[in-house]
């Protein structure tokens, strides 16, 4: 009896912990192989512009499958997810911009991939995604990497009226700079930058 109550016990904590590990992960944000920036915005007046570069570093696959999505301030999807493949040596451009722009589609920039939202004004967070589910492990081919923070990204949000804007910081990217563990009036800025 005291065996049966103990394996009760035992079970029952085992299936707890392996419970809340297994929601927990369900809000977890593993930022290890997610790019993401933080401000984007489209309206009647200004919109958004991004590029994504293949530069062909070694140890990168040559073909990386990635997820675009514009997630607005209120945490829903701006238009589609842009899914697409980049390869190696390749700039793909992006626009995030509002249903019936007067110049940006694809019949007069068919060499672009667009997400298109509402009319009204609408501001938020870019998330890039790898399509693979392990972009920390090398492809079975043993090509490369399908890491999307190995390649680089370019954005601005353009204001179309007077043609200004600014540019865009993406987290996480080849291009990604963070400080010295350190932070002190002494320590430089490390990175790639």
Do not use: C
């Not at 530069?55 to 999807?77: F, H, P, R, Y």
């Amino acid at each position: 009896m005291k065996t049966q109550k103990f394996l009760h016990i035992f079970f029952g904590i085992l299936f707890g912990f392996l419970w809340l590990d297994n929601s927990n992960s369900v809000w977890a944000y593993d930022n290890k192989s997610r790019v993401i920036s933080g401000y984007w915005q489209s309206d009647p007046r200004s919109y958004t512009f991004m590029s994504v570069t293949h530069a062909s570093l070694e140890g990168l696959a040559t073909q990386i499958g990635l997820v675009v999505n514009a997630i607005k301030d209120d945490k829903t999807a701006f238009g589609s997810a842009l899914t697409f493949t980049i390869s190696s040596r390749e700039t793909k451009r992006i626009f995030i911009a509002r249903t019936n722009h007067s110049f940006l589609s694809s019949t007069n920039i068919p060499s672009a991939s667009f997400i298109i939202g509402p009319s009204d004004f609408a501001h938020g967070h870019i998330r890039i995604d790898p399509v693979a589910s392990n972009p920390e492990i090398q492809s079975p081919s043993g090509s490369g990497f399908r890491d999307v923070t190995m390649l680089s990204f370019w954005g601005a949000v353009v204001i179309e009226a007077n043609t200004t804007g600014f540019a865009m910081e993406f987290i996480g990217d080849m291009h990604d700079s963070g400080a010295t563990p350190s932070m002190n009036n002494s320590a430089p800025v490390s990175g790639v930058n």
